[in-house]
């Protein structure tokens, strides 16, 4: 997690992944609290991979303790700027700098894929209380929304590669229930929001895929992109839809 060239990448774009990326709807933690069995509130949660603390800000905001842990410099630096209450650990999740049985949640918002699962499958369950829950989800692009996978073909074309996360992945839930041996439940949950221009193409370009290319090439994206969402959206405002996909397994109370 620590080590990849694109998971380090942004250390030097905090600033713009916490003013452009999403937020989460309401509904998913709704949902978190479903499937582990138990509310946000007063539980003690590690949010790993925190970033910027998009996610970490609302999980207080439900009323949960809430631990970040967080591997980037830059990262974690704007996370204690935006959240100067919230504990910030330096680690990752293949070796979490937790004691065992100390968390009743740990979250992975838009950060699970950045790890090696066959060990953070593990140090997730060891650092869980007996009963506690691992949730994982990702901000995914639906693809019943033209414009939206017309976009997605241009970045794949102009960089190389597909943005991480960008498509719901079945391989994920079935990886997670391999290795923990234990039942996966999943939901997906479709929202969206009403972004000016270029707050989108800042969000578009705050991912690894460009964040690991020279400036020029992003700029050059940019440059192509924003006439031809002009002639979509003419009014300047971009309506971004989202599934979040969200995937959540319980260790047993006799482990």
């Avoid at 869980?128 to 019943?144: H, I, S």
């Amino acid at each position: 997690m620590v080590t990849d060239s694109r998971a380090l990448s942004f250390n030097s774009a905090a600033d713009l992944y916490a003013a452009n990326r999403p937020s989460y709807p309401t509904v998913l933690f709704d949902a978190v609290e479903e499937l582990a069995g138990r509310p946000l509130s007063g539980a003690r949660v590690a949010d790993v991979g925190a970033g910027t603390g998009i996610a970490t800000a609302l999980l207080r905001e439900r009323g949960a303790d809430v631990l970040a842990v967080e591997p980037g410099d830059g990262m974690a630096a704007r996370l204690r700027q935006a959240l100067p209450d919230v504990p910030v650990v330096r680690g990752d999740g293949n070796a979490l700098p937790l004691a065992g049985s100390s968390c009743d949640l740990v979250t992975y918002a838009q950060s699970w894929h950045w790890t090696d699962t066959e060990r953070s499958v593990p140090e997730a369950l060891r650092v869980l209380r007996p009963g506690g829950a691992l949730a994982l989800w990702w901000n995914t692009t639906p693809p019943d929304v033209p414009w939206i996978t017309a976009q997605q073909e241009r970045v794949a074309r102009h960089c190389g590669s597909r943005p991480h996360g960008a498509r719901p992945d079945d391989s994920r839930a079935i990886a997670l229930a391999g290795l923990s041996g234990l039942r996966v439940e999943r939901r997906r949950m479709r929202w969206s929001r009403s972004v000016p221009l270029d707050t989108h193409l800042a969000n578009v370009t705050s991912s690894s895929t460009f964040l690991v290319l020279d400036r020029s090439v992003t700029r050059r994206f940019i440059d192509e992109e924003r006439p031809i969402l002009r002639g979509l959206f003419p009014d300047g405002m971009v309506e971004e839809t989202y599934v979040v996909d969200l995937l959540v397994t319980t260790k047993p109370r006799d482990a």
